[in-house]
């Protein structure tokens, strides 16, 4: 072959290596991620329901993940493993400060932006009071889990008890409904879940399986002040026009029949709504809270309060 041929032939495939790169990268899954609040088999079946609701309204291509744990779902989205995260609010604020995820959509659940916590005890271990539950074996969803673990910490603290030293016994149950099951079941006296006077209760999602839990397994208390809801959040660096074509999507497959239903199966999540929709909707203070990660800063204020250190949790 001449010089000039194999020059020619050279650049030729160096096109074609470029362009295959280049067409490999945009056929690159979009990988979604959700926290293993639930049970995650369950979380996932939903979640794939969704991923290909988001393939035919964008035309991209996506794949549902539920990462071990809420720490593992922030460091996926760190490490650039995964693009979109259906955020607990506490996993957000870890991941915003970690590695720039970018909140772009909350989600509504009972006509509301916000939610609540509660403190659930077996209704036979004699428990009526806050102080009762003093020396009890007790059960937290996550160290990430804003309703299954800060917020409650926080509510034991202000009622003048040392949540690292109040019960006899700690655990992580890994899910809410696990933490339901886990005081059912006998194994803790008590357990924080999600759970509200809205409607809101972690226990409707074991009810069908164990149909006399609100019997066995009772509210003690309300935890106020409410929670932020879950986020959709973004991993730093995507193409803008690709992200507003996702969060548009998402917005459209809520207002269907079967987009409502699977994300409701998710995460009871009923919408979603922009800093705007909270603003105007809403009525959220704009000068209170100038964006909608802002609206984030009571997690913040509660971390400190607990003195967590945030470096810790997400390794």
């Not at 006077?197 to 397994?217: H, I, L, M, S, Y």
């Not at 690709?242 to 199966?265: C, D, N, Y």
């Not at 800093?275 to 990660?293: A, G």
Request: proline share 4%.
């Amino acid at each position: 072959m001449g010089a000039r041929r194999f020059a020619g032939a050279v650049v030729v495939l160096a096109v074609a290596i470029v362009a295959a790169a280049g067409a490999a990268q945009v056929r690159r899954p979009w990988v979604l991620a959700f926290v293993p609040s639930l049970d995650a088999q369950r979380v996932l079946a939903t979640g794939r329901t969704l991923e290909r609701m988001l393939e035919v309204a964008t035309g991209l291509e996506f794949e549902a993940t539920v990462p071990t744990s809420y720490a593992a779902t922030i460091e996926a989205m760190c490490a650039g493993r995964a693009d979109v995260a259906f955020f607990a609010p506490l996993a957000y604020v870890l991941a915003h400060q970690r590695c720039g995820a970018e909140v772009k959509l909350i989600s509504i659940r009972f006509d509301r932006p916000y939610y609540g916590a509660q403190i659930l005890v077996s209704a036979d271990a004699g428990i009526r009071r806050l102080a009762d539950l003093r020396g009890k074996r007790f059960a937290y969803v996550d160290p990430a889990s804003t309703s299954g673990y800060l917020y409650p910490a926080v509510h034991i603290k202000r009622a003048g008890f040392d949540p690292n030293r109040f019960f006899s016994q700690t655990v992580f149950a890994g899910g809410h409904d696990k933490v339901v099951l886990a005081i059912y079941q006998g194994q803790v006296e008590g357990g924080a879940t999600f759970g509200d006077e809205f409607g809101n209760d972690a226990r409707d999602r074991v009810e069908r399986q164990f149909p006399d839990v609100k019997r066995k397994v009772v509210v003690l208390e309300y935890v106020k002040p409410y929670i932020p809801n879950d986020t959709v959040s973004f991993r730093k660096g995507l193409e803008p026009e690709l992200v507003e074509r996702v969060v548009k999507a998402l917005f459209r497959i809520a207002q269907t029949s079967s987009g409502r239903q699977a994300i409701h199966e998710l995460y009871q999540h009923e919408g979603y709504a922009t800093y705007e929709d909270l603003v105007t909707k809403y009525k959220v203070d704009r000068r209170e809270f100038p964006n909608l990660d802002a609206y984030f800063n009571p997690i913040r204020e509660a971390v400190r309060t607990l003195g967590i250190d945030l470096t810790r949790l997400v390794r």
